[in-house]
């Protein structure tokens, strides 16, 4: 069964930065993409970054420029680092892959960006 366990939320400033990382299980890592979404309070989750094996990674144009995800693959971790943070990304991030048209979840993660 995949499994996820993400870290690194938190109480940040504007303009702050944060990391965050997903350990996963359960699944084929090296081989997958992976993916991380947010969800912000009374909005419908949305997409912010995926990773391919072996490929160029791909952002949401609310965070270009700002966020890069990364993975080490020996270590089964997706990363993404989080600056010139604004308070419009204040949500929990879920980090994510997906098998056929099964979608994995992880269990969330809160970042909140407030002076």
């Known amino acids: 069964q995949v499994q996820f366990v993400e870290s690194g939320g938190g109480l940040v400033q504007p303009g702050g930065s944060l990391r965050l990382s997903c350990v996963a299980s359960?699944?084929?890592?090296?081989?997958?993409?992976m993916s991380w979404y947010r969800q912000a309070p009374g909005k419908q989750r949305e997409f912010v970054a995926a990773i391919p094996s072996g490929a160029s990674p791909n952002y949401a144009d609310s965070v270009k420029g700002r966020f890069t995800i990364s993975r080490d693959n020996a270590k089964n971790t997706v990363y993404l680092q989080m600056n010139s943070l604004k308070p419009e990304d204040t949500a929990v991030y879920y980090c994510n892959t997906r098998t056929g048209l099964v979608n994995y979840w992880g269990q969330g993660t809160q970042v909140t960006v407030s002076s």
């Open positions: 359960g699944t084929s890592f090296r081989i997958k993409t």
